[in-house]
């Protein structure tokens, strides 16, 4: 792993910095009145950047809707540190609300157990981060596990596993979406519209990383998603406010459908986002298929 940003153009290296003191100051202010001792003497191990900014193929095009996001992982002392509504929320709303951070920011968290047992099974998310994550926070004396190599039958048991799994989810999610819109219950056509986007993403990252983050925001799942193959894109349109509020629509659709009473949909709103989800779908069934091929020629060859 690199322990530097230095290819980064200034800005982003400020905002980077900016971002890890609030995260680091806002650690120090959750875990401050806790009892447990594993609570108050928590520790944040690693800071690391990954995906496209640690790769340097970031896109930076806001104008045309698209703009790489900052994936930062915050490696913990024990997992109970993991909880983000306790530990981590009031980072998330301030890092959200910062001005100075130009664009948008995700983050994981896991304790170094966790991250140094993926590592150990080989699990490819973890190993892309471990070879090309950047340090920008390090605590000495807690290394990353050496990667150990998954054997490609392996791989393609557990990536053809999840495929059976959530593609048929994500189906059916759409289909009972379809129900609630022919019976006008437009916030329940919302929150499944949500649901078998978030479905398909989950396919989609388990069969190419054999990870899933445990987070229901789509922003961010699209996000990671399209960091891995950019041909995700494609499912959705953003050049217009319009396609860009629709989006944050089904987003909120998550908490907001069920729980607030002002959130509001129109059918015409719905019938431009199962369009969007369905060709989600499709891509997805797609990469998946792709690399579920190149696995299976892999396991057979090995």
């Known amino acids: 792993m690199k322990s530097d940003a230095d290819h980064l153009p200034e800005r982003n290296q400020t905002e980077l910095d900016h971002i890890q003191r609030i995260l680091l100051d806002e650690f120090a202010a959750a875990i401050a009145t806790a009892t447990k001792p594993h609570k108050r003497n928590g520790k944040v191990y690693k800071i690391i950047l990954f995906g496209s900014y640690a ?83 390090d605590l000495p004396c807690h290394a990353l596990a050496t990667p150990k190599p998954l054997t490609p039958a392996d791989a393609y048991a557990m990536a053809q596993g999840y495929r059976d799994f959530w593609m048929p989810l994500a189906i059916h999610a759409q289909a009972l979406a379809d129900i609630s819109v022919t019976n006008s219950v437009y916030r329940d056509a919302a929150f499944m519209l949500h649901q078998a986007a978030e479905r398909a993403y989950a396919c989609f990252l388990l069969v190419h990383t054999l990870y899933f983050p445990r987070s229901h925001n789509i922003k961010f799942l699209r996000s990671i998603a399209e960091d891995k193959d950019l041909r995700l894109i494609e499912a959705w349109q953003r050049e217009s406010k319009v396609d860009r509020r629709r989006f944050e629509l089904l987003k909120r659709a998550y908490v907001e459908a069920r729980y607030s009473p002002s959130y509001a949909i129109t059918a015409d709103d719905l019938d431009a986002l199962a369009v969007s989800v369905e060709r989600l779908r499709g891509i997805v069934e797609t990469l998946c298929r792709e690399r579920l091929d190149r696995l299976r020629e892999a396991a057979a060859a090995g």
């Open 55 to 137: 790769r340097d193929d970031w896109v930076d095009e806001p104008e045309n809707g698209y703009q790489s996001d900052y994936d930062l992982l915050v490696v913990v002392s024990h997992a109970d540190l993991t909880e983000i509504a306790d530990y981590w929320y009031v980072a998330e709303d301030r890092i959200l609300r910062d001005a100075a951070i130009a664009r948008p920011v995700n983050i994981i968290v896991h304790s170094l157990e966790e991250v140094n047992q993926a590592l150990s099974r080989g699990e490819y998310f973890w190993v892309d981060i471990a070879r090309d994550g950047i340090a920008l926070y």
